[in-house]
């Protein structure tokens, strides 16, 4: 059995040898946080985008297992956000709560957040997929949430545009990271 100071370096240095240069071809990313408490997962990281690790990621992916990617043409991330759930909390409550926060943003109004059918990604786990129309102003974003037993899983697409149409060049990539997810933390437990 390998000890788990062993795992976190393993999972340590296959996230910062991907870091350090953008991918050529797709890789298979591992990401937890540093006591791997509140995330474990592991995902296919498609070429053409690096890790955003100049945009204070480093520190969220060591707490909390989020992690975050930019396009190379510096117009599309792509951040993944997992998130503990409250004692008795649902994913719709928790989606809830995201629209809720997401109308603090300038332009942000309830019909600007949709629910889009169009994105149909094979997931092992129940997920809800949500168009982000001008929230904030200039930009469009998919947020897709995903349940887990113990756990929320958000996973970001926010392109820089106008319209449903900006996110046409950057959604197979976006639907490559969603079905190659998978959640590795506590799997016997949850």
């Known amino acids: 059995m390998i000890p788990a100071r062993a ?40 070429s053409g985008w690096t890790a955003a690790v ?8 060591n707490l909390t297992g989020f992690w975050s990617a930019k396009h190379k043409d510096g117009l599309a991330w792509i951040r993944i956000m997992p998130h503990k759930k409250n004692k008795d909390e649902s994913g719709a409550d928790f989606v809830q709560t995201a629209k809720q926060n997401a109308l603090r943003n300038p332009g942000c109004t309830l019909d600007s957040i949709q629910e889009y059918p169009s994105l149909h990604p094979t997931l092992s786990y129940p997920y809800q997929v949500y168009y982000f129309d001008n929230c904030p102003p200039d930009t469009c974003s998919l947020e897709v949430f995903v349940e887990l037993p113990a756990h929320v899983v958000t996973f970001l697409l926010e392109v820089k545009g106008n319209g449903e149409d900006c996110l046409a060049p950057y959604i197979e990539d976006f639907r490559k990271v969603l079905t190659s997810f998978r959640w590795t933390l506590g799997l016997a437990n949850e």
């Open 54 to 61: 100049g945009e204070n990621v480093t520190p969220l992916t």
């Open 7 to 46: 795992l976190i370096l393993v999972f340590i240095c296959v996230f910062c040898s991907v870091v350090s240069a953008e991918q050529s071809e797709n890789a298979l990313i591992n990401v937890s946080d540093s006591t791997l408490t509140q995330a474990s997962y592991f995902f296919t990281f498609p």
